[in-house]
């Protein structure tokens, strides 16, 4: 069965250094997603891509982060310049089409900021 | 704006008992319903989904839940647990035509030998 794929699976950087994780959805998949689970907390809502193109984001999604699909297979979020708080497990989704097509997630990248 | 309550954070249950995983949702407007799965330090899975039809849904590895309109709640449960379905469940909500899946905090489930 299809995947979606994110690396690195961790990944250690510095408090103001720039970090990009990225994903490969599934390749027939039209919409994309990035959550976030802080340790111990809810998952939480980020981003959503669609047509090349934000279509909602949350508070938390300000500024300091990105999202980009820079060819037809990749989808990587960005964050400028990386705070503590930002410490958490990055989940990649996406889906087919249609609000009810189900999500399929990613096995996350986990971001630790010392 | 939807939110999801998941009143129980931990449940012990003996392996081959019977387990139930609360979910409540609040919402002014229709929304669809999940249960995601997160194994140790793996993904978020999808065990099952309501869209619309008949109330009761199955999913994988024996699960299924009961969506029950007036008492907005989408339970979940299992008739006779295995070692293996011990992970943290997560009960999700999306309203008709909004992108954001909203999550409830998560509820561990622990099988005990």
């Known amino acids: 069965e299809p995947e979606v794929t994110q690396t690195p699976s961790h990944q250690v950087t510095q408090m103001g250094q720039e970090v990009i994780l990225r994903c490969v959805p599934i390749s027939n998949h039209l919409y994309f997603y990035w959550y976030r689970q802080i340790l111990g907390q809810k998952v939480e809502f980020l981003v959503s891509?669609?047509?090349?193109?934000?279509?909602?984001k949350s508070e938390i999604f300000d500024d300091q982060f990105s999202v980009e699909r820079p060819d037809g297979s990749n989808f990587t979020l960005k964050i400028r310049s990386t705070k503590l708080e930002d410490s958490a497990m990055y989940f990649c989704a996406s889906r087919v089409q249609s609000y009810n097509s189900p999500l399929h997630f990613g096995n996350g990248t986990r971001l630790t900021v010392t | 704006a939807q939110s999801v309550t998941q009143l129980d954070s931990q449940v012990p249950v003996f392996e081959e008992a019977p387990v139930e995983l609360r979910c409540n949702y609040s919402s002014s407007v229709s929304v669809y319903l999940f249960w995601y799965v997160q194994y140790p330090n793996q993904g978020l899975q999808l065990l099952l989904k309501y869209l619309s039809g008949s109330t009761l849904v199955k999913g994988i590895n024996g699960f299924e839940a009961e969506f029950n309109k007036s008492q907005t709640s989408f339970h979940l449960r299992k008739p006779s647990v295995h070692i293996s379905d011990t992970a943290e469940y997560f009960c999700a909500v999306v309203a008709f035509g909004n992108e954001k899946l909203t999550f409830g905090t998560g509820t561990r489930l622990t099988i005990i030998p």
């Open positions: 891509f669609y047509n090349n193109e934000i279509s909602e």
